[in-house]
Nanobody, 125 residues
Framework: QVQLVESGGGLVQPGGSLRLSCTAP????????MGWFRQAPGREREGVAC????????NYTDSVKGRFTISKNNAWNTVYLQMTSLKPEDTAVYYC??????????????????WGQGTQVTVSS
């Protein structure tokens, strides 16, 4: 099992911010995409954001656009998810993942092969 180590989850009030971090083992760096997906109880898994190490391109699900920002460090072994203006519907377990980039016309998305154990994000007053 790949040891993707996530951190930064917790409890925050609506409108607050959190930053998630994820460090990948060196051998996964051949994977050119890193990102985050989430899963809330009773809901389907949802891709949140991903970033390409090839060209820095990013992809966000519509519900987080303008509120979340994905970024990476220069060594490309750590990816961050800055979450602002958090809403109760953002409550979920957030998983860091690594995989491959996909392009279709102007579209870009990621598909994941490995992911971590997840970190809980709870948005509640």
């Amino acid at each position: 099992q790949v040891q993707l180590v996530e951190s930064g989850g917790g409890l925050v009030q609506p409108g607050g911010s959190l930053r998630l971090s994820c460090t990948a083992p060196e051998w996964t760096l051949d994977h050119k995409a890193m990102g985050w997906f989430r899963q809330a109880p009773g809901r389907e898994r949802e891709g949140v954001a991903c970033i390409s190490s090839v060209d820095g391109r990013t992809n966000y699900t519509d519900s987080v656009k303008g509120r979340f920002t994905i970024s990476k460090n220069n060594a490309w072994n750590t990816v961050y998810l800055q979450m602002t203006s958090l809403k109760p519907e953002d409550t979920a377990v957030y998983y860091c993942a690594t995989g491959t980039n996909h392009y279709g016309g102007s579209d870009y998305w990621c598909e994941y092969d490995y992911w971590g154990q997840g970190t809980q994000v709870t948005v509640s007053s």
